[in-house]
């Protein structure tokens, strides 16, 4: 299906790059195979596993893709597989990306997402040379960077850009067809989304942390620190679950350290690991242990999902549901377009004159 496509995708409907590996090669594959932006959460700094979870990808599509990488890590390594495999595009987060990596991957036939929390990082974002800055509000799941809504936040990256040659797209939330003409009416371009995709047949979390999403709403998400701080502290957007409530208070130097209790294992891109209480991973499908007792990430927008699809049927959802709310939009406030006049027909007269009756034809 094609609307509102995007740098050079069918749609404007972005993949958000879920960790540890939630968006992995079948949810990327899918979301590229129905004309979206699908993009793989990179593993940090390895350069094999990288070029691997890639080449996997390429063989469930022959559509084009990217990658996501967090910038508060290093990961030289990792950015380099993405560039010698020539991917369509290359999102970064949390950080800043400087013109000269920009200018490498343009002349790769590579595009450069950037996704920020402020109208700052936008103007940094915009000097480096990016194609696409996705604005993400507060109300997101997952590593939120700002402290500002979507509604809020996205008309003045709008503005900054102004007539730039940049996309922007919005990220915060957005689980239904009208939250994706929310932000096109804003002025985005395009909408990023998470929570949403995790509900999905091809999303490599575990079927515990899909089904958890469908029985909270709005009302029962945090924006906390409390998870992965041994390694990086870091506010998230998590559900507020029964172990979530217990622990929100916690004391700041409470850590995922070895003095916690190991609560699981799992398995992130054939890494073993060993996850203690207060870990940032979320499960995935490899997952093993007390799994209520694990963070489980997910925006404000979660109460609007609702059941466990393929990701090619959410895309459906976004596209048909947009068009017709535009098409009753149109319908409801705009004047109807007046009638196009007919043209002239040929008026016929009878006359009779000395016996004889003919026709005079007159065109007004």
Same mark, same amino acid.
């Given at each position: ?26 949810l ?14 990179s ?15 390429k ?28 991917l369509a ?21 590579i ?13 940094r974002?915009?000097?480096?040379g ?8 507060v109300? %997101? &799941? ?7 809504a ?6 003045? +990256?709008? /503005? =900054? *850009? ?24 804003l ?19 575990n ?14 998400t ?11 502290r ?9 172990f ?25 891109y054939d ?12 499960p995935?499908?490899?997952? %093993? &242990? ?14 609007? +999902?609702n /059941? =466990? *699809?393929?990701?090619?049927e ?43 009756s ?7």
């Open positions: 299906m094609k609307f509102g496509g995007i740098l050079g995708f069918d749609n404007g409907i972005i993949l958000a790059p879920m960790g540890a590996d939630v968006s992995g090669p079948e990327v594959a899918a979301v590229a195979n129905a004309g979206g932006i699908g993009l793989l959460a593993p940090v700094n390895g350069y094999e596993v990288t070029v691997k979870a890639i080449r996997q990808t063989k469930l599509t022959d559509k084009p893709f990217g990658a996501g990488v967090l910038l508060k890590f290093n990961n030289e390594k990792t950015i380099r597989a993405i560039f010698d495999e020539k595009c290359l999102e970064v987060y949390w950080g800043d990306f400087p013109k000269e990596m920009v200018d490498e991957a343009h002349k790769l036939g595009k450069v997402i950037h996704q920020v929390g402020s109208v700052k990082e936008a103007e974002a915009i000097a480096a990016v194609d696409c800055i996705i604005a993400q509000g109300e %997101a &799941g997952g590593h939120v960077r700002g402290t500002v979507l509604m809020a936040l996205l008309p003045r +990256v709008v /503005d =900054i *850009v102004g007539d730039r040659d940049v996309t922007v797209a919005a990220a915060g939330s957005i689980s239904d067809a009208r939250g994706y003409v929310a932000a096109l009416s002025g985005a371009q395009g909408i990023c989304v998470g929570t949403r995709f995790i509900a999905t047949k091809e999303a490599y979390a079927d515990y942390y899909k089904q958890q999403l469908l029985h909270y709403t709005e009302q029962d945090d924006r906390t620190d409390l998870y992965g701080r041994h390694t990086w870091a506010f998230v957007r998590c559900l507020n679950t029964p979530h409530l217990r622990w929100r208070r916690a004391p700041d130097d409470v850590e995922n350290d070895e003095e916690q209790p190991i609560i699981g294992y799992t398995i992130v890494e073993e690991i060993v996850l203690r209480r207060f870990a940032g991973q979320v995935n499908r490899t997952t %093993a &242990g007390f799994l209520n007792q694990m963070v489980l990430l997910a925006g404000q927008g979660v109460g609007l +999902v /059941d =466990i *699809v393929p990701a090619a959410v895309i459906r959802r976004y596209i048909e549901g947009a068009q017709t709310i535009i098409k009753r939009l149109k319908e409801m406030y705009l004047p109807p377009e007046p009638e196009a006049s007919p043209p002239a027909s040929p008026t016929i007269v009878e006359r009779d004159v000395g016996g004889w003919w026709i005079e034809k007159f065109c007004f």
